[in-house]
C-alpha cells in the first residue's frame, strides 16, 4: 500500500530556464490547496546535500510569475553522483519528512530523480524545464518557447546589419543535441539556413546552404548554428567560408546564455501552471517516477525511463519548410 503523502520537497537543478518560478509557484501553491506542506531546497541536489531546506508557505512564491531564472538556485553536484552523496540526501529528506519530490530540470536532473526513486522507493515528479526542447515525451519544455522569442528578437537585429553590409552572419545558439531551436528560430526570424545535429550525417548542410541559399539577388544570408560541438558551431562554418568561398563577407554572433534569462512569456507561464498543478495532482493521483509532459495541449505522464533514453525527434518536414521559404 501507498504510503500517504503529507509533505513534498521541491527543486530546481540543471541550467536554468524561463519558466521555472512559475512552476515553484504552481507546485507550491497547488499543495497548499490540497492541504500539503511544502519544503524548498535550495541549489538542487547539492542542497539535498547540505541541507538547505525550508518550509515553503503561499507567501515565500509571491510575485515570481514573471521573473527569469529560479529563486531556489541551481548548482552542480558530482557529489551527488555517488553512492555517499545520494544516502546523505536522504538522511535528511527523511529528517524533514519529506514524502514525495518534485524535479524541476532537464534529462539530467531527472536522472537525478530515478536514483532517488530506485534507491530509496522515494515517489518522484518530474517537470520538464530546458531550454533545448530535448525531453521525448512532451511537445514542449519550459523556456523554450522564451528562449525561441529571445534568439528571433536577437536576429531581428542582426539582420539589419547583415542588410546593411551585405554580409552572411553565422548565428550560433544553444541546443546541444538537439537542433529545435536553431531550426524553429530560422523559421521564424526568416533565416536562410539552420544547421543542425539531427542532419550532421546527412548531407554537408553548409554546401547546401551555398548553393541553395545564395544568388545574385540576396546579397546577405543568416544561418543559425546549433552549438554541438560535432558540427564545430558558428566559428567553423564561417572559417570554411572564408577558405572556401573568400567572395563573401562573413561575420559570427554567438547569443551565449542571454538565450535563457528574461521575463517567460505567456506560453511558457501557462504551461508552467499547468505542469505544476499537475505534478501534485499526479502524486495525489498514486502516479510516481514519471515526468509531466503535454501532448495535443493535453497532460500527460512520462516514465522517467521514456522521458530519459529516447531521443526526441526532430519534424524533418520542417526542414523542407524553411528551403522552400528561404529562396
Same mark, same amino acid.
Given at each position: 500500500?501507498?504510503?500517504?503523502?503529507?509533505?513534498? /520537497?521541491?527543486?530546481?537543478?540543471?541550467?536554468?530556464?524561463?519558466?521555472?518560478?512559475?512552476?515553484?509557484?504552481?507546485?507550491?501553491?497547488?499543495?497548499?490547496?490540497?492541504?500539503?506542506?511544502?519544503?524548498?531546497?535550495?541549489?538542487?541536489?547539492?542542497?539535498?546535500?547540505?541541507?538547505?531546506?525550508?518550509?515553503?508557505?503561499?507567501?515565500?512564491?509571491?510575485?515570481?510569475?514573471?521573473?527569469?531564472?529560479?529563486?531556489?538556485?541551481?548548482?552542480?553536484?558530482?557529489?551527488?553522483?555517488?553512492?555517499?552523496?545520494?544516502?546523505?540526501?536522504?538522511?535528511?529528506?527523511?529528517?524533514?519528512?519529506?514524502?514525495?519530490?518534485?524535479?524541476?530540470?532537464?534529462? /539530467?536532473?531527472?536522472?537525478?530523480?530515478?536514483?532517488?526513486?530506485?534507491?530509496?522507493?522515494?515517489?518522484?515528479?518530474?517537470?520538464?524545464?530546458?531550454?533545448?526542447? +530535448?525531453?521525448?515525451?512532451?511537445?514542449?519544455?519550459?523556456?523554450?518557447?522564451?528562449?525561441?522569442?529571445?534568439?528571433?528578437?536577437?536576429?531581428?537585429?542582426?539582420?539589419?546589419?547583415?542588410?546593411?553590409?551585405?554580409?552572411?552572419?553565422?548565428?550560433?545558439?544553444?541546443?546541444?543535441?538537439?537542433?529545435?531551436?536553431?531550426?524553429?528560430?530560422?523559421?521564424?526570424?526568416?533565416?536562410?539556413?539552420?544547421?543542425?545535429?539531427?542532419?550532421?550525417?546527412?548531407?554537408?548542410?553548409?554546401?547546401?546552404?551555398?548553393?541553395?541559399?545564395?544568388?545574385?539577388?540576396?546579397?546577405?544570408?543568416?544561418?543559425?548554428?546549433?552549438?554541438?560541438?560535432?558540427?564545430?558551431?558558428?566559428?567553423?562554418?564561417?572559417?570554411?567560408?572564408?577558405?572556401?568561398?573568400?567572395?563573401?563577407?562573413?561575420?559570427?554572433?554567438?547569443?551565449?546564455?542571454?538565450?535563457? /534569462?528574461?521575463?517567460?512569456?505567456?506560453?511558457?507561464?501557462?504551461?508552467?501552471?499547468?505542469?505544476?498543478?499537475?505534478?501534485?495532482?499526479?502524486?495525489?493521483?498514486?502516479?510516481?517516477?514519471?515526468?509531466?509532459?503535454?501532448?495535443? +495541449?493535453?497532460?500527460?505522464?512520462?516514465?522517467?525511463?521514456?522521458?530519459?533514453?529516447?531521443?526526441?525527434?526532430?519534424?524533418?518536414?520542417?526542414?523542407?519548410?524553411?528551403?522552400?521559404?528561404?529562396?
Amino acid at each position: 500500500m501507498a504510503r500517504r503523502i503529507n509533505c513534498i /520537497g521541491i527543486l530546481t537543478s540543471g541550467g536554468d530556464a524561463p519558466g521555472m518560478n512559475a512552476a515553484i509557484r504552481a507546485v507550491t501553491r497547488t499543495a497548499i490547496f490540497n492541504g500539503l506542506k511544502v519544503k524548498g531546497i535550495y541549489r538542487g541536489y547539492k542542497g539535498l546535500i547540505t541541507n538547505e531546506i525550508k518550509d515553503f508557505k503561499t507567501e515565500n512564491v509571491s510575485n515570481i510569475v514573471q521573473q527569469g531564472g529560479t529563486i531556489l538556485k541551481t548548482a552542480r553536484c558530482p557529489e551527488f553522483k555517488t553512492e555517499e552523496g545520494r544516502a546523505e540526501a536522504w538522511k535528511n529528506i527523511c529528517d524533514h519528512e519529506i514524502d514525495a519530490l518534485i524535479v524541476i530540470g532537464g534529462d /539530467g536532473s531527472l536522472s537525478g530523480a530515478r536514483l532517488l526513486a530506485q534507491e530509496f522507493d522515494m515517489p518522484c515528479i518530474g517537470i520538464p524545464a530546458t531550454i533545448d526542447n +530535448d525531453l521525448y515525451g512532451t511537445d514542449t519544455t519550459l523556456g523554450y518557447d522564451t528562449a525561441l522569442n529571445t534568439i528571433v528578437e536577437t536576429v531581428d537585429k542582426i539582420r539589419d546589419t547583415a542588410n546593411s553590409h551585405e554580409r552572411i552572419f553565422f548565428v550560433e545558439v544553444m541546443g546541444r543535441d538537439a537542433g529545435f531551436l536553431a531550426l524553429n528560430s530560422a523559421i521564424a526570424s526568416g533565416a536562410e539556413a539552420a544547421i543542425i545535429p539531427e542532419h550532421l550525417t546527412q548531407e554537408d548542410q553548409l554546401a547546401v546552404f551555398i548553393q541553395n541559399g545564395m544568388r545574385k539577388s540576396k546579397n546577405s544570408s543568416i544561418v543559425l548554428v546549433s552549438e554541438n560541438p560535432e558540427l564545430g558551431g558558428a566559428m567553423h562554418y564561417a572559417e570554411r567560408v572564408r577558405n572556401e568561398f573568400p567572395q563573401f563577407d562573413v561575420r559570427v554572433s554567438i547569443l551565449g546564455h542571454m538565450q535563457r /534569462g528574461g521575463r517567460p512569456t505567456a506560453h511558457d507561464r501557462i504551461i508552467a501552471g499547468r505542469m505544476g498543478a499537475a505534478s501534485i495532482e499526479a502524486l495525489l493521483d498514486g502516479q510516481r517516477n514519471v515526468m509531466i509532459g503535454i501532448r495535443n +495541449d493535453e497532460i500527460v505522464y512520462v516514465p522517467f525511463n521514456t522521458a530519459i533514453k529516447k531521443d526526441k525527434p526532430i519534424d524533418n518536414h520542417l526542414m523542407n519548410v524553411l528551403h522552400m521559404l528561404s529562396i
